[in-house]
């Protein structure tokens, strides 16, 4: 099975494997390089929402991460767009839409990955076998996993940062090199240092899912108007 952690970034996604026959890293700049992604890997854990409610302001599954990871870091979750706000060609149009069914307002950091919510909302449209193969997931609750249940301070702070880069070179060396490359390779405005190890708790989640269970918030997952299922993907076990 071909396994890969995606992000989103400035340039686009980074996408990170870890598979042992072909561990590496790519920024993929272009929805076409993203569907290439798509059709090359079994499996791949990707930080963005999968699934979008009709009327309901917050999933299911965002409540549920957002009790998960504790007040400190609920944060680091917020809603998606609901459909119907999806395609609305600016934030204006698009809280407009979301204030007529939830009497929200959609966040900006919402309508900043809107366009990428979007692409990836038509790819799994259109295709059922990337359902199958892409996942959502979120970095933060998989670092959780990672270190017993905890969240070792914020990842926008050094330490913080650092302490999540080393719990993924705990599992697999190359994420120490990986993570230097990355940055000499590319700007910070296009791939910030979050980015990096964010992709990387995702390419070895997915790569665990060979061989670990994969747990789902919630348990027993809905789907969405369009049979898109609305759950966040984590390894029950990520201890080697």
């Known amino acids: 099975m071909k396994t890969a952690g995606i992000d989103g970034?400035?340039?686009g996604w980074i996408l990170i494997t870890f598979?042992?026959?072909?561990?590496?890293?790519?920024?993929?700049?272009?929805d076409e390089e993203l569907e290439e992604a798509f059709k090359t890997y079994d499996r791949i854990f990707i930080d963005m929402?999968?699934?979008?409610e009709d009327e309901n302001y917050t999933r299911e599954c965002d409540r549920l991460l957002r009790e998960t990871l504790g007040a400190e870091y609920?944060?680091?979750v917020f809603s998606p767009p609901i459909r119907p706000a999806l395609n609305a060609p600016s934030y204006v149009e698009a809280n407009i839409e979301s204030y007529e069914y939830t009497e929200k307002k959609l966040t900006v950091q919402a309508w900043n990955i809107t366009p990428k919510i979007r692409t990836i909302d038509s790819f799994l449209q259109n295709n059922e076998e990337y359902r199958k193969a892409v996942?959502?997931?979120h970095p933060e609750l998989?670092?959780?996993?990672?270190?017993?249940?905890?969240i070792y301070q914020k990842k926008k702070t050094k330490k913080g940062l650092r302490h999540r880069l080393g719990l993924v070179v705990d599992h697999e060396e190359i994420a120490d090199d990986f993570f230097r490359d990355i940055k000499e390779e590319f700007r910070r405005n296009e791939v910030a240092e979050d980015d990096i190890?964010?992709?990387m708790a995702l390419a070895l989640?997915?790569?665990h899912s060979e061989n670990k269970p994969i747990e789902t918030l919630p348990e027993d997952p809905p789907v969405d108007s369009k049979g898109l299922k609305m759950a966040i993907h984590y390894i029950k076990r990520t201890a080697i």
């Not at 598979?19 to 272009?30: F, Q």
């Not at 929402?49 to 979008?52: A, K, N, R, S, W």
């Open 74 to 76: 609920a944060s680091s």
């Open 197 to 199: 190890v964010d992709a």
């Open 49 to 52: 929402p999968i699934g979008l």
């Open 9 to 11: 970034c400035k340039a």
């Open 142 to 150: 998989l670092f959780m996993k990672l270190n017993g249940g905890m």
């Open 19 to 30: 598979d042992d026959e072909n561990p590496g890293y790519y920024v993929l700049r272009s």
């Open 205 to 207: 989640a997915a790569k």
């Open 135 to 137: 996942l959502e997931s």
